[in-house]
Antibody, heavy 119, light 108 residues
Protein backbone atom coordinates (compact mmCIF):
# COMPACT_ATOMS: atom_id res chain seq x y z
CA UNK A 1 0.00 0.00 0.00
CA UNK A 2 1.09 3.55 -0.63
CA UNK A 3 2.70 5.23 2.36
CA UNK A 4 4.62 8.40 2.96
CA UNK A 5 6.43 8.54 6.28
CA UNK A 6 7.89 11.83 7.44
CA UNK A 7 10.68 12.55 9.89
CA UNK A 8 9.98 13.58 13.45
CA UNK A 9 9.22 16.88 15.11
CA UNK A 10 11.90 19.55 15.26
CA UNK A 11 12.58 22.55 17.49
CA UNK A 12 14.81 25.22 15.99
CA UNK A 13 16.06 28.65 16.91
CA UNK A 14 15.37 31.68 14.72
CA UNK A 15 17.90 31.90 11.91
CA UNK A 16 18.57 28.17 11.83
CA UNK A 17 17.65 25.69 9.10
CA UNK A 18 15.50 22.58 9.18
CA UNK A 19 15.40 19.59 6.83
CA UNK A 20 12.31 17.38 6.77
CA UNK A 21 12.25 14.03 5.00
CA UNK A 22 9.39 12.11 3.41
CA UNK A 23 10.01 8.45 2.55
CA UNK A 24 7.63 6.96 0.02
CA UNK A 25 6.76 3.31 -0.48
CA UNK A 26 4.23 1.12 -2.23
CA UNK A 27 4.41 2.77 -5.66
CA UNK A 28 6.83 3.81 -8.37
CA UNK A 29 8.54 6.78 -6.73
CA UNK A 30 9.66 8.58 -9.88
CA UNK A 31 6.32 8.86 -11.66
CA UNK A 32 4.47 11.09 -9.18
CA UNK A 33 5.35 14.68 -8.42
CA UNK A 34 5.67 15.41 -4.70
CA UNK A 35 4.46 18.62 -3.09
CA UNK A 36 5.05 20.24 0.27
CA UNK A 37 2.25 21.99 2.12
CA UNK A 38 2.42 23.65 5.51
CA UNK A 39 -0.13 24.67 8.10
CA UNK A 40 0.56 27.15 10.86
CA UNK A 41 -1.27 26.55 14.16
CA UNK A 42 -4.99 27.20 13.73
CA UNK A 43 -4.49 28.38 10.14
CA UNK A 44 -5.20 27.10 6.65
CA UNK A 45 -3.10 25.19 4.15
CA UNK A 46 -0.23 26.88 2.36
CA UNK A 47 1.38 25.41 -0.75
CA UNK A 48 5.18 25.57 -0.55
CA UNK A 49 6.39 23.95 -3.72
CA UNK A 50 6.75 20.84 -5.83
CA UNK A 51 9.51 18.51 -6.98
CA UNK A 52 9.69 16.04 -9.84
CA UNK A 53 11.47 13.16 -8.06
CA UNK A 54 12.78 11.78 -11.34
CA UNK A 55 14.47 14.90 -12.70
CA UNK A 56 14.83 16.99 -9.55
CA UNK A 57 12.99 19.89 -11.20
CA UNK A 58 11.38 22.16 -8.64
CA UNK A 59 8.99 25.07 -8.40
CA UNK A 60 8.56 27.09 -5.24
CA UNK A 61 6.01 29.50 -3.85
CA UNK A 62 7.16 33.06 -4.46
CA UNK A 63 7.18 34.00 -0.78
CA UNK A 64 9.59 31.16 0.06
CA UNK A 65 11.97 31.48 -2.87
CA UNK A 66 15.53 31.79 -1.67
CA UNK A 67 14.78 30.03 1.62
CA UNK A 68 13.34 26.67 0.55
CA UNK A 69 15.08 23.81 -1.22
CA UNK A 70 13.44 20.54 -2.23
CA UNK A 71 15.49 17.52 -3.25
CA UNK A 72 14.92 13.86 -3.97
CA UNK A 73 16.92 10.67 -3.55
CA UNK A 74 15.65 7.99 -5.91
CA UNK A 75 17.83 5.33 -4.29
CA UNK A 76 15.82 5.59 -1.07
CA UNK A 77 12.53 6.93 -2.49
CA UNK A 78 12.81 9.95 -0.24
CA UNK A 79 12.13 13.62 -0.81
CA UNK A 80 13.48 16.37 1.39
CA UNK A 81 12.40 19.91 2.17
CA UNK A 82 14.93 22.27 3.69
CA UNK A 83 13.90 25.69 4.97
CA UNK A 84 16.57 28.17 6.01
CA UNK A 85 16.66 31.46 7.95
CA UNK A 86 13.80 30.24 10.09
CA UNK A 87 11.46 32.76 11.71
CA UNK A 88 8.78 32.32 14.32
CA UNK A 89 6.09 32.44 11.65
CA UNK A 90 7.60 29.31 10.06
CA UNK A 91 6.24 27.38 13.03
CA UNK A 92 3.85 24.92 11.37
CA UNK A 93 3.07 21.34 10.52
CA UNK A 94 4.78 20.45 7.26
CA UNK A 95 3.22 17.83 4.99
CA UNK A 96 4.45 16.03 1.89
CA UNK A 97 1.71 15.11 -0.54
CA UNK A 98 1.72 12.94 -3.65
CA UNK A 99 0.22 14.39 -6.79
CA UNK A 100 -2.11 12.22 -8.84
CA UNK A 101 -0.72 11.17 -12.25
CA UNK A 102 -3.28 13.40 -13.96
CA UNK A 103 -2.22 16.38 -11.80
CA UNK A 104 -5.72 16.76 -10.39
CA UNK A 105 -4.99 16.66 -6.67
CA UNK A 106 -3.07 15.03 -3.84
CA UNK A 107 -4.17 11.46 -3.24
CA UNK A 108 -1.71 10.51 -0.47
CA UNK A 109 -0.23 12.60 2.31
CA UNK A 110 2.49 12.14 4.89
CA UNK A 111 1.54 12.25 8.54
CA UNK A 112 2.97 15.73 9.00
CA UNK A 113 6.03 17.06 10.82
CA UNK A 114 5.75 19.81 13.42
CA UNK A 115 8.52 22.37 13.18
CA UNK A 116 8.65 24.82 16.07
CA UNK A 117 10.80 27.93 15.79
CA UNK A 118 11.48 29.49 19.16
CA UNK A 119 14.30 31.22 20.94
CA UNK B 1 -1.27 34.09 -8.43
CA UNK B 2 -4.80 32.74 -8.61
CA UNK B 3 -6.74 33.48 -5.43
CA UNK B 4 -9.49 31.23 -4.09
CA UNK B 5 -12.23 32.58 -1.85
CA UNK B 6 -14.29 30.09 0.12
CA UNK B 7 -17.64 30.87 1.69
CA UNK B 8 -18.79 30.61 4.31
CA UNK B 9 -15.67 30.38 6.46
CA UNK B 10 -17.72 28.76 9.19
CA UNK B 11 -21.07 27.00 9.22
CA UNK B 12 -23.13 25.32 11.87
CA UNK B 13 -25.35 22.45 10.76
CA UNK B 14 -27.20 19.43 12.06
CA UNK B 15 -26.89 15.77 11.19
CA UNK B 16 -28.99 15.11 8.09
CA UNK B 17 -28.71 18.67 6.74
CA UNK B 18 -27.74 19.43 3.17
CA UNK B 19 -24.60 21.57 3.19
CA UNK B 20 -23.10 23.61 0.36
CA UNK B 21 -19.70 25.27 0.34
CA UNK B 22 -18.64 27.69 -2.39
CA UNK B 23 -15.19 28.35 -3.79
CA UNK B 24 -14.60 31.28 -6.15
CA UNK B 25 -11.45 31.69 -8.22
CA UNK B 26 -9.97 35.08 -9.13
CA UNK B 27 -9.70 33.94 -12.74
CA UNK B 28 -10.98 31.05 -14.80
CA UNK B 29 -9.47 27.68 -13.93
CA UNK B 30 -11.67 25.39 -16.07
CA UNK B 31 -12.24 22.34 -13.84
CA UNK B 32 -8.77 22.26 -12.26
CA UNK B 33 -10.15 22.21 -8.74
CA UNK B 34 -9.93 19.74 -5.87
CA UNK B 35 -11.68 19.55 -2.50
CA UNK B 36 -10.16 18.20 0.72
CA UNK B 37 -11.49 17.35 4.16
CA UNK B 38 -9.31 17.84 7.21
CA UNK B 39 -9.98 16.69 10.75
CA UNK B 40 -8.04 18.04 13.75
CA UNK B 41 -4.52 16.66 13.99
CA UNK B 42 -4.79 14.79 10.70
CA UNK B 43 -3.56 15.31 7.17
CA UNK B 44 -6.10 16.48 4.61
CA UNK B 45 -7.98 13.87 2.62
CA UNK B 46 -8.86 14.20 -1.06
CA UNK B 47 -12.63 14.13 -1.64
CA UNK B 48 -13.19 15.50 -5.15
CA UNK B 49 -10.84 16.15 -8.07
CA UNK B 50 -11.38 17.72 -11.47
CA UNK B 51 -14.19 19.72 -9.84
CA UNK B 52 -16.72 16.89 -9.83
CA UNK B 53 -15.02 13.46 -9.75
CA UNK B 54 -15.36 11.56 -6.50
CA UNK B 55 -12.10 10.12 -5.19
CA UNK B 56 -12.16 6.37 -4.70
CA UNK B 57 -13.59 5.38 -1.32
CA UNK B 58 -15.32 8.69 -0.64
CA UNK B 59 -19.05 8.38 0.21
CA UNK B 60 -21.48 9.35 -2.51
CA UNK B 61 -23.14 11.98 -0.28
CA UNK B 62 -20.22 14.22 -1.30
CA UNK B 63 -20.46 15.88 -4.69
CA UNK B 64 -18.74 18.70 -6.51
CA UNK B 65 -19.76 20.95 -9.37
CA UNK B 66 -18.72 24.02 -11.26
CA UNK B 67 -16.22 25.28 -13.79
CA UNK B 68 -14.47 28.52 -14.64
CA UNK B 69 -14.58 30.65 -11.51
CA UNK B 70 -17.35 29.24 -9.33
CA UNK B 71 -17.42 25.83 -7.66
CA UNK B 72 -19.45 24.10 -4.99
CA UNK B 73 -18.99 21.18 -2.67
CA UNK B 74 -22.24 19.64 -1.47
CA UNK B 75 -22.84 17.15 1.30
CA UNK B 76 -26.31 15.78 0.69
CA UNK B 77 -26.98 14.52 4.22
CA UNK B 78 -24.44 15.54 6.84
CA UNK B 79 -23.14 12.69 8.99
CA UNK B 80 -21.39 12.93 12.37
CA UNK B 81 -18.04 12.03 10.79
CA UNK B 82 -18.34 14.93 8.32
CA UNK B 83 -17.75 17.62 10.91
CA UNK B 84 -14.37 18.93 9.77
CA UNK B 85 -12.72 21.72 7.81
CA UNK B 86 -12.98 21.71 4.03
CA UNK B 87 -10.51 23.28 1.59
CA UNK B 88 -10.59 23.87 -2.13
CA UNK B 89 -7.38 23.92 -4.19
CA UNK B 90 -6.74 25.14 -7.72
CA UNK B 91 -4.37 23.17 -9.93
CA UNK B 92 -4.72 25.31 -13.05
CA UNK B 93 -1.44 27.11 -12.51
CA UNK B 94 0.42 23.83 -12.38
CA UNK B 95 3.50 25.12 -10.63
CA UNK B 96 1.86 27.84 -8.51
CA UNK B 97 -0.91 26.15 -6.62
CA UNK B 98 -3.17 27.76 -4.05
CA UNK B 99 -5.74 26.73 -1.45
CA UNK B 100 -8.89 28.43 -0.32
CA UNK B 101 -9.07 29.72 3.23
CA UNK B 102 -11.15 26.80 4.49
CA UNK B 103 -14.69 26.22 5.74
CA UNK B 104 -15.18 24.80 9.20
CA UNK B 105 -18.34 22.72 9.56
CA UNK B 106 -19.49 22.39 13.15
CA UNK B 107 -22.41 20.73 14.90
CA UNK B 108 -25.40 22.96 15.57
Amino acid sequence: QVQMVQSGAEVKKPGASVKVSCKASGYSFTIHYMHWVRQAPGQGLEWMGVINPSTGYTSYAQKLKGRVTMTSDTSTSTVYMELSSLRSDDTAVYYCARERRDSSGYDYWGQGTLVTVSS
Amino acid sequence: DIQLTQSPSFLSASVGDRVTITCRASQGISTYLAWYQQKPGKAPKLLIYAASTLQSGVPSRFSGSGSGTEFTLTISSLQPEDFATYYCQQLHSNLLLTFGGGTKVEIK
